[in-house]
């Protein structure tokens, strides 16, 4: 079945660590996406990718990084520097912007990351 | 900025009830709105997606509608089940970004009791 896939499910970051979260999608979608939700609020974009090897910043890019070096693939970084990165993270897929844009956005089940 | 409101934030309401979620949305220069719906802590389905062009879209028992004029759409449900009970969330695809971006409301949680 085609789908996204984003690991691991839970994750626990010390202090000064860096963590990077895994997005991975069989969709053969171009676009790929990555959200923060924090409880009872909406989601919030961090970064996103139109096609390989590039990428933007979202409305809360700082303390975060990401690559996007094969189309299947889209992981985050979230950086020491990032003071506050307890929450849920999203990753989407979507076929592509544009005139492709007319085409839902697919989500994985998220990982979750606490502060040790 | 666009700003994405929804309210509101809980429902609840009894099996076999209609019922209408509300969202509602600054700027009109969209490029399509779309309704999410997540389980709790699972990702987000698609529900329904309203091109800029369309007034509303229908699935099986939701009907969505959009005014961009007046920043609203709403989320019909027609004879409400307990498996209904989500949150459901509502995003307007900006039309600078040709849609790739999406701008969340905050959900709202209902609960179909039986």
């Known amino acids: 079945d085609g789908g996204i896939t984003q690991s691991p499910k839970y994750l626990f970051r010390k202090e000064g660590q860096n963590v990077t979260l895994s997005c991975e999608q069989n969709?053969?979608?171009?676009?790929m996406y990555w959200y923060r939700q924090d409880p009872g609020q909406g989601l919030r974009l961090i970064y996103y990718?139109?096609?390989?090897?590039?990428?933007q910043k979202g409305d809360i890019a700082e303390g975060y990084s990401v690559s996007r070096e094969k189309k299947e693939s889209f992981p985050l970084t979230v950086t020491s520097a990032q003071k506050n990165p307890t929450a849920f993270y999203l990753c989407?897929?979507?076929?592509?912007?544009?005139?492709?844009?007319?085409?839902?956005?697919?989500f994985g089940d998220g990982t979750r990351l606490s502060i040790l | 900025k666009q700003e994405v409101t929804q309210i509101p934030a809980a429902l609840s309401v009894p099996e076999g009830e209609n019922l209408v979620l509300n969202c509602s949305f600054t700027?009109?220069?969209?490029?399509?709105l779309q309704w999410f719906r997540q389980d709790p802590g699972k990702g987000l389905t698609s529900l329904l997606l309203?091109?800029?062009?369309?007034r509303e879209q229908t699935s099986g028992r939701l009907n969505a509608s959009l005014d961009k004029s007046s920043g609203r759409s709403t989320l019909y449900i027609a004879a409400s089940q307990p498996g209904d009970s989500a949150t459901y969330l509502c995003?307007?695809?900006?039309?600078?970004?040709?849609?790739?971006?999406?701008?969340f409301g905050q959900g709202t949680e209902l609960s179909v009791k039986p």
């Open positions: 989407a897929s979507s076929i592509g912007t544009g005139r492709y844009s007319n085409q839902p956005q697919h």
């Open positions: 969709l053969n979608h171009d676009a």
């Open positions: 990718s139109q096609i390989v090897n590039d990428f």
């Open positions: 700027d009109s220069a969209i490029y399509n």
């Open positions: 309203i091109q800029s062009s369309q």
């Open positions: 995003a307007v695809g900006p039309i600078e970004n040709q849609g790739g971006k999406l701008i």
